[in-house]
């Protein structure tokens, strides 16, 4: 029975990254000759793909991207666990109100308000930049409903009593004791928005339109010459993008799990 199961996960897993596979091999071939099939074995034009590429601004926007997903993170994580703090373990008037405003927030499309932010972020002076692509995560509603079933799950109420009772002022528990005992569900919350700031397309699309504000999505759309489209040079572009998403997996990814398995089993 566990052979089978390690076959079936085996099978799945090959399956999971044929797609990351098909990509690397297409990044080694000539533009045109991908239009004849897919490619199954590597070519010999990377090198030329790769200098495609490297002509262009791509470090440039390769570290407009990487500031903008990192300052994500940041905005994030601060806005989303000073929330769930809050709503998880005080008592206050409007506290259900303010819950149920995170959830139904969750429920309306992000395209709905698009026109009115971008108005927003031009009236503050910010427009055309990397502002509004960052300040979107500023305000993250399932950042905020994450981080309040995780305190509530993992952080028990009897500890913070105890350490109130001992004379912690409230930051102080937040910093020395809430922080520290949440990891997990931090660790999680950062991946995902990383990832998602990182792919994130539509937003760079239609508040930037300047050449040097350009993230990586809408730079490797773009990416070609004036009357053809390298494909080619794109797939070499495109894995090279995935390699810090791989890294921060891999490096979390025992964390990551914990905090998606967290509060799934009680007692």
């Known amino acids: 029975m566990k052979?089978?199961?390690?076959?079936?996960?085996?099978?799945?897993?090959?399956?999971?990254?044929?797609?990351?596979?098909?990509?690397?091999?297409?990044?080694?071939?000539?533009?045109?000759?991908?239009?004849?099939?897919?490619?199954?074995?590597?070519?010999?034009?990377l090198a030329e793909n790769l200098k495609t590429v490297f002509q262009t601004d791509f470090l440039r926007v390769y570290g407009n991207?990487?500031?903008?997903?990192v300052a994500s993170v940041v905005f994030a994580l601060l806005t989303s666990t000073?929330?769930?703090?809050?709503?998880?373990?005080?008592?206050?008037?409007?506290r259900k109100g303010l819950q149920m405003f995170v959830v139904l927030t969750m429920m309306v499309p992000a395209q709905v308000g698009l026109i009115g932010y971008i108005i927003e972020m031009r009236n503050i002076g910010v427009g055309n930049t990397l502002w509004p692509v960052?300040?979107?995560?500023?305000?993250?509603?399932?950042g905020a409903f994450f981080m309040i079933q995780f305190m509530r799950d993992s952080v028990p109420n009897?500890?913070?009593?105890?350490?109130?009772?001992d004379g912690c002022s409230e930051p102080g528990i937040l910093l020395r004791i809430v922080l520290p005992i949440i990891k997990p569900g931090l660790a999680t919350?950062?991946?995902?928005?990383?990832?998602?700031?990182?792919?994130?397309?539509?937003?760079?699309?239609?508040?930037?339109?300047?050449?040097?504000?350009?993230?990586?999505?809408?730079?490797?759309?773009?990416?070609?010459?004036?009357h053809r489209?390298?494909?080619?040079?794109?797939?070499?572009?495109?894995?090279?993008?995935?390699?810090?998403?791989?890294?921060?997996?891999?490096?979390?990814?025992?964390?990551?799990?914990?905090?998606?398995?967290?509060?799934?089993?009680?007692?």
Not at 82 to 94: M, P
Not at 194 to 209: A, D, H, M, Q, R
């Open 189 to 226: 919350l950062a991946t995902l928005v990383f990832l998602w700031s990182w792919n994130n397309y539509l937003l760079p699309l239609v508040t930037i339109n300047k050449a040097e504000w350009f993230t990586l999505p809408i730079f490797i759309s773009n990416l070609g010459y004036v």
């Open 65 to 69: 991207s990487l500031t903008v997903s």
């Open 229 to 267: 489209t390298d494909y080619a040079a794109r797939m070499a572009a495109l894995t090279m993008t995935t390699i810090p998403v791989l890294i921060l997996f891999m490096l979390g990814s025992r964390t990551f799990m914990k905090g998606l398995t967290a509060g799934a089993v009680k007692g």
């Open 82 to 94: 000073l929330i769930g703090y809050a709503v998880a373990k005080f008592e206050f008037r409007g």
């Open 134 to 142: 960052i300040l979107i995560w500023a305000a993250f509603p399932f």
């Open 158 to 165: 009897d500890l913070l009593e105890c350490a109130r009772i």
């Open 3 to 45: 052979v089978l199961m390690w076959i079936c996960l085996a099978l799945i897993s090959l399956l999971s990254l044929f797609p990351f596979y098909i990509m690397i091999v297409m990044g080694t071939h000539y533009n045109e000759d991908l239009f004849k099939g897919i490619p199954i074995f590597p070519g010999s034009y």
